[in-house]
């Protein structure tokens, strides 16, 4: 239960060195099930360890629950076929709060995500523009660039499970006023990295994430994206390229949104009004409010 890495043997081959046997340290990749009420809802490849973050996330990303009286609790059961006697803990059943609408059976779509693709087995792209009970637009959060740049290694310091694997992508969680690293969490899967974190927000009860960053170790995607805004995060900054649908999710719903952030360089996507800058750009007054502003 919740393993993250696991040792295989491996041949090591090293041009004009030899070939030699030994223990390799690797990623765990199982299925979750995560289930509402004891009906199925979705099948993820994770990670195993914050398996209730996980869902709490996902949940939230799927416009079920914002908020953290939405949620009642959760619980590892048996895997299909077992009768429920043998607990494998990669079945998690929710349950929600009286009155949050349960998701309907056309809704519940048992869709498939791989640990590289948040959205595979949606019917189209419109199925996940899920309405956000959060606006993220409103969030009138400053950021300083210098401080952004730092955030993808103080990302990397933080990654415990990638230094003995480098097999796992990991999200964390800024508060942009205090530059304070609020929650780190580490996956095969990077939306189930971002999912973690949101579950995490919403138990201690910090949804929406007003003046927040959230830092991923990849590429931007569009259910990335997604997930930030249904969380009322402002501001998501990726090491990678972001795709041309994640680029275009951020600008219709007010997010700012970071790439190639690496070094003392990076590129602004969307809303760029939100990054601050030491020096004035033609035609601007220079930024002199600190790490962010109001």
């Not at 195993?48 to 416009?63: K, N, T, Y």
Request: proline share 4%.
């Amino acid at each position: 239960m919740g393993r993250i890495t696991t040792l295989r043997p491996v041949t090591r081959i090293a041009l004009g060195e030899g070939v030699h046997r030994r223990a390799d340290t690797l990623a765990v990749e199982e299925p979750l099930e995560i289930r509402v009420g004891g009906a199925p809802l979705a099948v993820t490849m994770r990670t195993p360890g914050h398996d209730v973050e996980l869902a709490i996330g996902f949940l939230v990303s799927e416009g079920v629950i914002s908020e953290r009286s939405d949620f009642r609790a959760a619980i590892h059961c048996g895997g299909p076929g077992t009768g429920g006697v043998e607990n494998t803990y990669n079945v998690l059943d929710t349950s929600l709060a009286p009155g949050v609408r349960l998701p309907a059976a056309d809704e519940a779509r048992r869709f498939y995500t791989t640990s590289s693709c948040g959205v595979c087995g949606k019917a189209s792209i419109d199925a996940v523009r899920t309405v956000s009970h959060h606006d993220v637009a409103q969030d009138d959060v400053r950021v300083e660039a210098g401080w952004i740049a730092e955030l993808p290694d103080r990302l990397r310091a933080g990654q415990a499970a990638f230094d003995k694997t480098g097999g796992l992508h990991a999200a964390a969680l800024f508060d942009a006023v205090s530059g304070e690293l609020l929650v780190i969490r580490e996956d095969v899967g990077r939306h189930n990295a971002v999912d973690k974190v949101v579950g995490w927000a919403l138990q201690e009860g910090r949804l929406p994430l007003r003046s927040t960053v959230l830092q991923v170790s990849g590429r931007a995607s569009f259910e990335l994206v997604q997930k930030a805004a249904m969380a009322g995060i402002p501001i998501l900054s990726a090491v990678s390229a972001p795709s041309s649908l994640a680029a275009e999710l951020a600008e219709q719903t007010g997010l700012t949104l970071l790439g190639f952030v690496r070094g003392r360089s990076m590129n602004v996507y969307a809303h760029a009004q939100r990054v601050l800058i030491d020096a004035a750009t033609p035609g601007e007054e220079p930024a002199r409010e600190g790490r962010a502003g109001r």
